[in-house]
């Protein structure tokens, strides 16, 4: 009754959510994690264990992964970065034969969360509004900039005026040319979402991104608005959708209205404010996957909680796993 959380890197939260919750319905049950460099990765010593393992390009990842599991009990896969998703999703079968739970959606959604043109089609397709794209050769600025499949806010521009467009941007066919959406006009929220094994949504948690540090919210606030009602009235259900989604949305502050940026079929880095405002994801996969209980739809969160993250050390000692934490 193991759980495995892949690439782990400085998910020390997250890693510390799970072992909270697996202690209380499975006592001798174990939290452990892999990386492509143990040493360096705070999660890994933080983790019951921990486990190197090569790149994902490595063409034998999947069965190092698969033997991983195997020899230490592991139950349940927690993919933690987007470009193991699809990976994991196609070998999804190659681990249930041998007992082996991946927490991942399909990969017909993957994909559609990979691509921005197909994740704009879907909320398109949904009734939620997504930013127009310009051709590169008829466009109104100014522009909002990124890449058709990319994270971590990696080659997002913000282009003003015509002289900051560079041949970089005209060249790159992997550049998006967006409708910008202003920041004083609107507020951005990420959302983090529970689907059940059955692609059902059960939470909706917005979090407002007061400020963002390389792609990942460093202070948010939970806040119970009218994304809530509009989430679930259009995305109740999403076919192939399982455990946490992390959806980004941009709401006008004197409108209301409504634009979909993106979504992440996976945990986001900012979860741990909606664990500890009590939407605890990690329970639930526990519940549905380990005991094979229901879960009902929860909204009794923490309205209002702040987080403000800041940087703290995991130290590591000469030939020790152990680990402790600075001020």
């Known amino acids: 009754m193991n759980i495995l959380i892949t690439s782990a ?3 020390v939260s997250l890693v510390k959510a799970f072992q909270t919750e697996l202690k209380k ?3 001798e049950g174990k939290v452990m994690t892999t990386d492509s460099n143990i040493r360096m990765a705070a999660a890994c010593h933080v983790s019951d264990n921990a486990f190197q393992l090569p790149l994902i390009s490595d063409h034998d990842y999947i069965n190092i992964l698969l033997t991983t599991c195997i020899d230490n009990h592991i139950k349940i896969i927690i993919p933690t970065i987007d470009t193991e998703l699809l990976l994991l999703a196609n070998n ?3 681990f249930i034969k041998k007992g082996i739970i991946p927490i991942i959606s399909s990969p017909k959604f993957i994909n559609i969360t990979r691509d921005k043109r197909e994740t704009h089609a879907f909320f398109v397709e949904n009734n939620i509004n997504a930013a127009k794209e310009y051709s590169k050769y008829k466009y109104k600025l100014p522009l909002f900039i990124k890449p058709i499949n990319g994270s971590r806010s990696v080659d997002n521009f913000i282009v003003k005026k015509q ?4 041949e970089y941007h005209f060249k790159n066919n992997e550049l998006m040319f967006l409708e910008y959406l ?8 990420t959302c983090d979402l529970y689907y059940d094994k059955k692609g059902d949504l059960k939470c909706v948690v917005p979090r407002k991104r007061i400020e963002v540090r390389d792609g990942e ?15 679930k009235a259009r995305l109740s259900h999403i076919e192939g ?4 989604l992390t959806a980004q949305f941009f709401k006008n502050i004197e409108t209301q209205e409504i634009y979909g940026i993106e979504i992440n079929a996976r945990f986001g880095g900012g979860y741990p404010l909606s664990y500890f405002a009590g939407a605890n994801f990690p329970k639930w996969i526990l519940q549905e996957y380990l005991l094979n209980q229901e879960i009902d739809f929860y909204d009794g969160w923490e309205d209002q909680l702040l987080m403000l993250r800041y940087d703290n050390e995991v130290l590591v000692h000469e030939n020790e796993k152990r680990y402790s934490t600075g001020i």
Do not use: M, S, W
Request: proline share 2%; hydrophobic share 35%; glycine share 8%.
């Open 9 to 11: 890197g400085r998910r």
């Open 25 to 27: 319905l499975v006592p």
């Open 92 to 94: 999804r079968d190659v």
């Open 163 to 166: 002289e900051d467009l560079t």
């Open 182 to 189: 202003d920041h004083n006009c609107f507020e951005e929220f």
């Open 217 to 231: 919210v460093n202070k948010g606030l939970t806040d119970k608005n009218l994304l809530l009602d509009y989430i």
């Open 241 to 244: 959708a399982i455990g946490c």
